[in-house]
T-cell receptor, first 114, second 116 residues
Framework: DAKTTQPTSMDCAEGRAANLPCNHS???????VYWYRQIHSQGPQYIIH???NNETNEMASLIITEDRKSSTLILPHATLRDTAVYYCIVRVLSSGGGADGLTFGKGTHLIIQP | GAVVSQHPSWVICKSGTSVKIECRSLDFQATTMFWYRQFPKQSLMLMAT?????????EQGVEKDKFLINHASLTLSTLTVTSAHPEDSSFYIC????????????FGAGSRLTVL
C-alpha cells in the first residue's frame, strides 16, 4: 500500500467545514483512497473512499486532485461528535483471492471546538 | 449496514490467566477477520488475519502461541490471550470485510484488556 502523510492535529470550530488533507504522492493507478476515523476508545469507522472522482455520502465529501497525489476529506458542518482521529489509507479495491488487513498510520487528530 | 460485535468490551484479569475475546459478524458472513491491538496514544497495529476453517496468519513479531485465534464459523472469530501479563494490557479490536466488494472493513467496538 502506498504511504500517506497527514498533519498530526487540526482544530475546527463547531458548525464550520473541516478540511483534512492527505498526501499520497506514490499512489498507484489501481489504488483507492479510503478514510476511516476513530473516536476515542471505540473501533474505527469507515467514512468514504474514492479512486479519482470526487465522492460524497451522508458523512463527508472526498476531493481527490487530478494527479491523485493528494486528497481532502471534508466534513461540511462539523459537530463536537466529529472529534476523532482521522486516517487516510491508500490500497487496492480488491485483494483478489486473499484478504489484507488495513495498515493504519498515525492519522490526524481533529478537535472540534465549541 | 454491516455490524461487527465484540465481547467483552472490557476485562480485567490476573497475571498468568487466559482471556478470550469474541468477534462476531452479525448480519453477514466473514471468511476473513482481522485482529488489531492498540496501545495508548498509538495507532492500530495488525496482529493477525483470521481465516475461517484454517490457521490464522500472524504478523511479524506476534507470538502465535500466546495469541490463539480460532475462526470456527463464518460469523465468529475468537482471540485468546494466554498466560496474560501486564504488558498485554491493551485495546484489542477485530474487523471483518463486508460483502459489498468495496474492500471496506467494519470494526468492532473493541475490547479493553487490563492485566493486573
Amino acid at each position: 500500500d502506498a504511504k500517506t502523510t497527514q498533519p498530526t492535529s487540526m482544530d475546527c470550530a463547531e458548525g464550520r467545514a473541516a478540511n483534512l488533507p492527505c498526501n499520497h504522492s506514490t499512489i498507484s493507478g489501481n489504488e483507492y483512497v479510503y478514510w476511516y476515523r476513530q473516536i476515542h476508545s471505540q473501533g474505527p469507522q469507515y467514512i468514504i473512499h474514492g479512486l479519482k472522482n470526487n465522492e460524497t455520502n451522508e458523512m463527508a465529501s472526498l476531493i481527490i486532485t487530478e494527479d491523485r497525489k493528494s486528497s481532502t476529506l471534508i466534513l461540511p458542518h462539523a459537530t463536537l461528535r466529529d472529534t476523532a482521529v482521522y486516517y487516510c489509507i491508500v490500497r487496492v479495491l480488491s485483494s483478489g483471492g486473499g484478504a489484507d488487513g488495513l495498515t493504519f498510520g498515525k492519522g490526524t487528530h481533529l478537535i472540534i471546538q465549541p | 449496514g454491516a455490524v461487527v460485535s465484540q465481547h467483552p468490551s472490557w476485562v480485567i484479569c490476573k497475571s498468568g490467566t487466559s482471556v478470550k475475546i469474541e468477534c462476531r459478524s452479525l448480519d453477514f458472513q466473514a471468511t476473513t477477520m482481522f485482529w488489531y491491538r492498540q496501545f495508548p496514544k498509538q495507532s492500530l497495529m495488525l496482529m493477525a488475519t483470521s481465516n475461517e476453517g484454517s490457521k490464522a496468519t500472524y504478523e511479524q513479531g506476534v507470538e502465535k502461541d500466546k495469541f490463539l485465534i480460532n475462526h470456527a464459523s463464518l460469523t465468529l472469530s475468537t482471540l485468546t490471550v494466554t498466560s496474560a501479563h501486564p504488558e498485554d494490557s491493551s485495546f484489542y479490536i477485530c474487523s471483518a470485510r463486508d460483502s459489498s466488494g468495496a474492500n471496506v472493513l467494519t470494526f468492532g467496538a473493541g475490547s479493553r484488556l487490563t492485566v493486573l
